[in-house]
């Protein structure tokens, strides 16, 4: 069955950077659209990026400049690079395959 595994979340400050995973099985990953989400405390699930099977990237307006998703087809490996990280970015993030989505990596963004 899928699965999506994600990982690489943490405490850091504000400005720093991390690098989210997402360990994918149980499907064709080079031919899947792959996306990150996040929920906030409080908030409902925000769309943070997309990637296609093509590689062609998409993310919102807000998020544009600072994150970076990326896939390798090697691994089945999705990545969410987040860079000039603040307190607002603070969440759960998700990798989801279209309606199926992990356990999800908490990111807490603080001095």
């Known amino acids: 069955q899928v699965q999506l595994v994600e990982s690489g979340g943490g405490l850091v400050q504000p400005g720093g950077s991390l690098r989210l995973s997402c360990a994918t099985s149980g499907f064709v990953f080079s031919n899947s659209t792959m996306t990150w989400v996040r929920q906030a405390p409080g908030k409902g699930l925000e769309w943070v990026a997309n990637?296609?099977?093509?590689?062609?990237?998409y993310y919102p307006d807000s998020l544009k400049g600072r994150f970076t998703i990326s896939r390798d087809y090697t691994k089945d490996i999705l990545y969410l690079q987040m860079n000039n990280l603040t307190t607002e970015d603070t969440a759960v993030y998700y990798c989801?395959?279209?309606?199926?989505r992990g356990q999800g990596t908490q990111v807490t963004v603080s001095s």
């Open positions: 990637v296609f099977s093509d590689g062609a990237t």
């Open positions: 989801t395959k279209g309606t199926l």
